[in-house]
C-alpha cells in the first residue's frame, strides 16, 4: 500500500480519550478539532511547570537529495519504538506547508508504517494555524500600505518597507510585484512581493513564543521598515497592528495533539522550513513534551548543517533547552547521490559510489559531536534495493569513524524496526547531562557569526557580500549585534551550489541579503541564490491529488 492507504486504513482512537489514558489530560484541557486532532491548552501546559524535564532526542539528516531520507519517518519509529519499550515518550514534530505537499518534497507526516495521523489532514488544512499566521502576517501588510495611503503620519519611505505579503503555495511569479496601481483610490504604488507563509517572521515569533504576552510583544518589535533618513526604523506597534495580529493567533499558538499509527500521542506545531527559516517546531510544544514525558523526540527540518544549527543556535539558546542525543539518518540511496550517481541508478549496487559519499555524513557526523558537543548515533534508513553489502559497508565505514549506527526497519515493521535505535538512545541519553555547545559566542559580531558557521560547518574557506550587505550588518551591530543567526541557504550541499554534492571545502559562501528578524529575535543571512518564495516544479504533485465522491482523498505523499 502507499503511504498514504496505509494511514487511512488506521485504526485511530479519539484522541480526547487517548490524552487522558495515557496521560491524564482531562478533556477539559483539550480543544478538539473533530474527533483524532485537539489543541493543548496553554494554562494547562503552564500547570506543568514543575515538573522535572525529561530527555530531549533531536532526530536530523545528513544533506537531503532527491533519493529520500526519511527522518520524520525515524522520528515517528524511533518514539513508538521507545512506547513500545515501556519509555514514556512523545514525538514533536513540525506541521507541514502546503507549498512542498504540492510541489515535489510531499507531505511531512513520516512514511509506510512510521506515520502520524490523520494523514491527509495533517497534511492539508490541519487546524488551521498556518491560515493564521498567513492572515495575521498579511495584516500588517494591508495597515502598512493604509498607513501610506493615510498621509503616512510616521514617515515610512515606501522604498524602504521591509515587509513583504505571504502565501502557503510555491508560486514563483508572485516574488516580486507591484502594488497600488490603478490610480490614488487603490494607494500608494511601490515594489514588493510574497515569501511563502514558513518563511514568514510571524511564523518564526509563534514557534519561539512562550505565552501569549511574549508573542504579543514579539510581534510588536517587527521591523516593517524605515524613514527616509535610512535608520530610523518604524516597528508593528507603531502601526497599533500587534494586538489584532496576536488576537488572529490566540488558538493557533496551542499545540496539537495527534496520534501516531501505533497510537502513540504526537505534538505537532508549527513549521519553519530550514533552508530558509529555523526549521524547529514550536518551544511550547517542546517545553510541554518534556513536561509529559521521559523522552521527547523532535525533529529539525533538512541536513544537520542547517536545522540542527539553527535548533541548537537559536531555539536551545534563546528557550534554554538542553538536547541529551542526536540521531542523524542516512540511507544508503542518497549517500550513492552525494557520490556522483545519478538518480535513475540508485537501485543497482554502487560500493564506489557509497565509499565517495560517505564524506557526506562523516561531515554533519563529526559537526555534531565535535561542533554540537553531542553523541550521535547514525540511524541507517534502508531501502528495498539496498544490497547486504552496501549496508555491511556503510555500517564499517561508521564504525571506522567512531560512529554507532544501526539499520531500522520501522518503514516498514512501525516501532519494532527501531528497537535497537530506541535502545542505543536510551543508552546514551541516561548517561550523560543534557547539554550542547553553541558552535559561535553570542559575543561575536554578526559577520564573525556567518563566518564562524559557514568555516566551521560548511567547510567554507570565507564568507563574501557586497559593500551593501556589509554596511547593512554594521549599522545593525551596536542594537542587534547579540542577536543569532538563521542562515538561508540550499539544503542540497555544505556549499551555496546545490550540485556540490559529498562534503565541499575551500569554497567561498556569498551573502547576497540579510533581513532583520526583530521579534523573533535573529538575522536572516541569505546565502547564495536562496529564494524565499519557491516554486513549482514541471510536474507538481498537486496534478495528482484527487479527491473521490465519498471524500476519500488520493495521491497525497
Not at 124 to 131: A, I, R
Not at 214 to 241: C, F, H, M, W
Not at 321 to 332: C, D, I, Q, R
Not at 442 to 453: V, Y
Amino acid at each position: 500500500m502507499t503511504d498514504l492507504e496505509i494511514a487511512q486504513h488506521a485504526k485511530m482512537q479519539p484522541i480526547i480519550a487517548l490524552a487522558a489514558e495515557r496521560y491524564g489530560i482531562a478533556a477539559e484541557h483539550l480543544d478538539p478539532y473533530g474527533h483524532y486532532k485537539a489543541k493543548l491548552s496553554l494554562d494547562y501546559i503552564n500547570g506543568l511547570n514543575d515538573h522535572e524535564d525529561g530527555k530531549l532526542i533531536l532526530v536530523t539528516a545528513i544533506s537531503p537529495t532527491p533519493a529520500g531520507e526519511g527522518k520524520t519517518t525515524t522520528t515517528v519509529g524511533l518514539g513508538d519504538a521507545l512506547n513500545r519499550l515501556g519509555k514514556k515518550a512523545i514525538i514533536c514534530l513540525r506541521e507541514p506547508s502546503l507549498g512542498p505537499c504540492f510541489g515535489v518534497k510531499g507531505g511531512a507526516a513520516g512514511g509506510g508504517h512510521a506515520q502520524v495521523v490523520p494523514m491527509e489532514d495533517i497534511n492539508l488544512h490541519f487546524t488551521g494555524d498556518f491560515h493564521a499566521i498567513g492572515v495575521a502576517h498579511n495584516l500588517l501588510s494591508a495597515l502598512i500600505d493604509n498607513h501610506i495611503h493615510h498621509g503616512n503620519a510616521l514617515g515610512l519611505d515606501p522604498r524602504r518597507v521591509q515587509w513583504r505579503r505571504v502565501v502557503d503555495m510555491n508560486d514563483r511569479a508572485l516574488r516580486h510585484t507591484v502594488v497600488g496601481l490603478g490610480g490614488a483610490a487603490n494607494g500608494y504604488p511601490r515594489e514588493d512581493g510574497f515569501d511563502i507563509v514558513v518563511a514568514s517572521e510571524v511564523m518564526a515569533i509563534l514557534c519561539l513564543a512562550t505565552s501569549r504576552i511574549d508573542l504579543k510583544e514579539r510581534l510588536g518589535r517587527i521591523v516593517i521598515g524605515y524613514q527616509s533618513d535610512k535608520v530610523t526604523p518604524v516597528y508593528a506597534r507603531d502601526l497599533n497592528a500587534h494586538g489584532a495580529m496576536a488576537a488572529l493567533l490566540k488558538d493557533a499558538i496551542k499545540p496539537n495533539l495527534v496520534q501516531t499509527l501505533e497510537n502513540n500521542i504526537a505534538l505537532i506545531h508549527g513549521g519553519p522550513f530550514a533552508n530558509i527559516a529555523h526549521g524547529c517546531n514550536t518551544v511550547t510544544a517542546t517545553r510541554a513534551a518534556l513536561k509529559l514525558a521521559d523522552y521527547a523526540v523532535t525533529e529539525a527540518g533538512f541536513g544537520a548543517d542547517l536545522g540542527a544549527e539553527k535548533f541548537i543556535d537559536i531555539k536551545c539558546r534563546m528557550a534554554g533547552l538542553k538536547p541529551s542525543v542526536v540521531v542523524l539518518v542516512a540511507t544508503v540511496r542518497a549517500l550513492k547521490y552525494h557520490g556522483g550517481l545519478a538518480k535513475d541508478a540508485l537501485d543497482q549496487e554502487n560500493l564506489a559510489a557509497l565509499g565517495q559519499g560517505f564524506a557526506n555524513l562523516e561531515r554533519h557526523y563529526r559537526n555534531i559531536t565535535g561542533h554540537f558537543g553531542l553523541p550521535c548515533v547514525v540511524a541507517i534508513n534502508p531501502f528495498t534495493a539496498d544490497t547486504e553489502a552496501e549496508l555491511a559497508l556503510l555500517q564499517a565505514q561508521c564504525q571506522a569513524i567512531g560512529a554507532a549506527s544501526v539499520v531500522c526497519t520501522h518503514w516498514a515493521e512501525g516501532g519494532a524496526g527501531a528497537a535497537d535505535l530506541a535502545w542505543q538512545v536510551v543508552a546514551l541519553a541516561d548517561s550523560r547531562e543534557p547539554g550542547c555547545r553553541y558552535v559561535y559566542e553570542q559575543s561575536l559580531g554578526l559577520w564573525e557569526k556567518i563566518e564562524t558557521i559557514a568555516t566551521k560547518l560548511y567547510g567554507a574557506a570565507g564568507i563574501t557580500a557586497n559593500a551593501g550587505v556589509r554596511a547593512q550588518l554594521a549599522a545593525w551591530q551596536a542594537d542587534y549585534g547579540h542577536f543569532p543567526i538563521c542562515m538561508a541557504k540550499t539544503q542540497a550541499s555544505f556549499s551555496t551550489n546545490p550540485n556540490a554534492k559529498g562534503a565541499p571545502s575551500g569554497h567561498t559562501v556569498e551573502i547576497r541579503d540579510v533581513r532583520l528578524a526583530n521579534g523573533a529575535g535573529f538575522v536572516v543571512a541569505i546565502a547564495g541564490d536562496m529564494m524565499t518564495m519557491p516554486g513549482l516544479p514541471k510536474n507538481p504533485a498537486a496534478e495528482r491529488i484527487d479527491i473521490d465522491g465519498d471524500g476519500v482523498v488520493s495521491g497525497l505523499f
